[in-house]
């Protein structure tokens, strides 16, 4: 039967220090148009939630209308 041998280290080995790098430096980022594409969405959008609002509350007054005429 053979025994294995493992080596062990006689000294601890001490953690290496990590070393900080500075990021390059990048450019300002530029929106290529893509603000004005936001403002379009914006006004589209609350636009059909005002379309939206006003054909509810048309509904509800139909069923007031309807409901209240006996």
Request: charge should be positive.
């Amino acid at each position: 039967m053979t025994t294995s041998h493992i080596e062990r280290p006689t000294e601890p080995v001490a953690p290496q220090p990590l070393t900080v790098r500075p990021l390059p430096a990048v450019p300002a980022a530029t929106t290529n148009g893509s603000e004005s594409r936001k403002e379009r969405g914006v006004v589209l959008r609350v636009l059909v939630y005002v379309v939206v609002a006003h054909l509810l509350a048309f509904f509800i007054w139909l069923l007031f209308l309807v409901g209240g005429g006996r």
